[in-house]
Structures are given as C-alpha cells and as structure tokens.
C-alpha cells in the first residue's frame, strides 16, 4: 500500500471521533433540556395560582336578558347567592348556577355564560300561563 493511502486510512477513525458529539456537549444539552422543563413547570404553576387567586378577575356583574313576568331579579340572585359566594372568572361553574336557576318555578330554560373580563350573562325563558286557579295560582301548558 503506498504512503498516501496509509494517511488516508488513518485520518478516518480520528474523523469519526471529531464528529461526534463530546461528553461536554451531550451534557451541556440534558442539562438545558432540564432547565427549560423546569421552567415551563415553574410558569405553569405560576399561572394556576393566579387563575385561582380570589382577589382576581372577580365576577362583579349580573346582566339578566329575556322577558321575566314572573321571575324577579332578586329571586335569580337570591338562587345565585344560596350556593356561597360567587367564584371567580376561572374557577366558578356555569353547569352548576344553571341547575340552581333552573330549579326557581316559574322557569322553563336558563343560559348562563361568563364574559370576560367579570361579567356573568343569564339569559331566561319562562313558562308562559295559560290559566288561573282560583284567582290565586297560574297554571301553565
């Protein structure tokens, strides 16, 4: 075999080593890996706790649509105020003042929605009377 085709042989399992990653870089790497989970745990956790401050994003307004004849506006907060004190934007349930709306008597169907930044929508529909019982009772359909 000639000189230059010795050299040639020689120089390549040197270039595998040189391509290949060090020990240094592979750890440099695991290590930022960790760092940026840590953080991306970090600012979860952050934002979970402000989701769940009370003192923010309380809900401060009622806006009730829909003809009530029969319903009063006190009555649907009285049903809101029964289950405690009204969450916040992120942590109250809709599903569950819907259920305590709906159990009031003279209602047929309830929507309730949140809006940001604080506001809670009702929309109502009521049971329309097509009768009275002894002047003092309606009866509906």
């Not at 006190?74 to 009204?86: E, H, K, N, V």
């Not at 109250?92 to 003042?97: K, R």
């Amino acid at each position: 075999m000639s000189q230059a085709a010795m050299r040639v042989r020689n120089r390549e399992p040197q270039e595998r080593i040189r391509t290949g990653r060090s020990n240094g870089a592979r750890l440099f790497g695991i290590i930022f890996l960790l760092i940026v989970i840590g953080i991306m745990v970090a600012g979860g956790l952050v934002v979970l706790k402000w989701m769940n401050d009370a003192s923010r994003l309380p809900l401060s307004k009622l806006v009730v649509t829909g003809q009530t004849h029969y319903t009063t506006h006190d009555d649907i907060r009285q049903a809101i105020l029964s289950l405690g004190p009204p969450g916040t934007f992120m942590s109250q349930d809709v599903d569950i003042l819907q259920q305590q709306i709906e159990r009031l008597p003279w209602i047929k169907q309830v929507s309730v929605r949140k809006q940001w930044p604080d506001e809670l929508k009702i929309h109502l529909v009521e049971y329309t009377p097509v009768a009275r019982w002894n002047d003092l009772h309606m009866v509906d359909a």
